[in-house]
């Protein structure tokens, strides 16, 4: 007979066992690691994009890299012409420097104004731009087939740009005051809204601007999606709109020429579908990290327009496919910041102006990136916060300001911001000696700040004794216990 095996030699079989045991918890464990792991970042990603100031961090830092990048572009791709036409490489970027220091501040400005501003900014925004595209159709200058320029001396103003901020503000404000008094009804919501777009789209056709026609459509129809619409509207509008679009294609030949090289592209690339054809070899040519920045070959004469409508390309051949994937990625939180800015307010004027806003320069990003790409036909709408141009810059800087403004009043924004304390400004003003707030602080608001000061520094003994010991020390602190003090004797 044989019994169980005892001491060491039957220890063996058994740590054998809880060794295999224990690597087949293990192996059994590490299954299910990547999946918490994906988990774990996934919630995180949620904890990050629930924070009360997540819309506020997204609008300020895409637009400022956008804004950064669109400079950096805008000297590699104008160098060349510049040079040529005017002797000095630096003309145009330095043009849009100046428009970028003025835009910056306007922004800065409207972040801090109040929602009644915008509503109330936004009639006689509307009266500006009515006046502006009348007087482009008289005084205005005609300009590769469009007229949308008035030239003041050195200055060129296109009054189309304005008036895309001055539909979102006009348009929200008179949705919003309908749906407060309880008339939602669309019909009733078309009567002035209606006459006020198609005035809007006349004037801007009458100058030839194609583009910026369906940019102030998308954003009549961001307005009223949100205002609810019923689909058939929507139909409707979207069928005299082909219409229009129709009609102005047959009326000037070079549009045609246009649909003509966009559907034909390398069959006309050497008349119509000329610019089309180099956008995509300067794209083609970048590869999946670009020639290098200032290294792009494109620029020099081939791409027509390469620092405003086809700067998209210049910036795929220099900084490749992962250059334009950043682009695409930052207007689109961009865009989800909007919308989330929309969607987290109440106020029907915020969710209408924030998702007309959203709607306008996403969609135009989307309509520029598409010409280049070759999936829209070439319309001559610049890339928002990168093309050239201050006309179309300092309207978008403005309502980005406003989306700012708009993100502060998200619950627990004001909160978060209180808590945050005083920026960069307000500490350098204070380390100057200039804050005017540090300035006005009263004396009686000082003062308990030196009593407890004096406090700490007493003894504990002292701090800490009897109530009738902390008397004899400041008699003032308790009244009721010295009747003298109350005028009794």
Known sequence: MTGPATGPAGAAPARKTERQGSERQGSEHQGPEPIGWAAAQLAALRELLGRPLTSYHLVLGCSALLL???LM?????SSIEALQRTGDPFYWFLKQVTSVAIGLPLMWVCSRLPQRFFRLAGYPLMGLSILGLLMVIFLGQELLGAQRWIVIGPFSVQPSEPAKLALVLWGADLLATRARAGRIEWRQLL???MPGVALLAVLVMLGRDLGTTLVLMMIFLALLWVVGAPVRLFGGI???LVLATATMIIVEPYRLGRLTGFMHVWETAQDEGFQSAQGLMAIGSGGWFG???GAGRQKWNYVPHAESDFIFSILGEEL???????????FGLLGY??????????????RLSAAATTAWIAGQAVVNIGA??????????????VSYGGSALLPTLAALGMLLSFAKQEPGAAEALAARGPGPAARALSWLGLNGRARRRPAASRAPSRRQAAQKARPRTARNGTPRERTRENPREHPREHPREQGVT
Do not use: E
């Open 68 to 70: 950064a990048l669109g």
């Open 73 to 77: 572009m805008v000297l590699s791709a």
């Open 191 to 193: 009567i002035p809204l």
């Open 238 to 240: 979207l069928a005299l």
């Open 291 to 293: 020639l290098g920045l």
């Open 320 to 330: 490749g496919l992962m250059g334009t994937l950043v682009v695409v990625a930052l």
């Open 337 to 350: 910041a909007g919308l989330r800015i929309a969607m987290r307010t109440k106020d029907p004027f915020v």
């Open 372 to 385: 280049v790409i070759g999936v829209f036909p070439v319309t001559g709408i610049p890339l928002p916060l």
